[in-house]
């Protein structure tokens, strides 16, 4: 079973930049996605990326956001820019169950324990 480790979340005020790492134990072949929950609310799609490396991206973070991959690493990454106080929130990577850049969380499973962004001044 595939193990994953987030990274990179922390405090940064609005406007500032941040970039998440996802690290796997072992080679994924499939999509993986980058989801959030923040506080109260429930964990919700944010970005998305095939092993074609076609992408797909919810409204709110278009522009601002960019994911990519790195195959040799087995790494996945989330750039983040313009931060707003909107974004805080626990941010999880996970495996896709196929290798289609989709936003339904059901189709994704071995969830990491997620970092911690917190935008604010």
């Known amino acids: 079973q595939v193990q994953l480790v987030e990274s990179g979340g922390g405090l940064v005020q609005p406007g500032g930049s941040l970039r998440l790492s996802c690290t796997s134990s072992?080679?994924?072949?499939?999509?993986m996605g980058w989801f959030r929950r923040a506080p109260g609310k429930e964990r919700i799609f944010v970005a998305a990326?095939?092993?074609?490396?076609?992408?797909s991206y919810a409204d709110f973070v278009k522009g601002r956001f960019t994911i990519s991959r790195a195959f040799a690493e087995n790494a996945l990454y989330l750039q983040m820019n313009s931060l707003e106080p909107e974004d805080t929130a626990v941010y999880y990577c996970?495996?896709?169950?196929?290798?289609?850049?989709?936003?339904?969380?059901?189709?994704?499973?071995?969830w990491g324990r997620g970092t911690q962004v917190t935008v604010s001044l």
């Open positions: 072992g080679p994924i072949y499939n999509a």
């Open positions: 996970a495996p896709c169950t196929i290798n289609s850049p989709t936003a339904a969380k059901a189709l994704y499973d071995h």
């Open positions: 990326i095939a092993w074609s490396g076609s992408t």
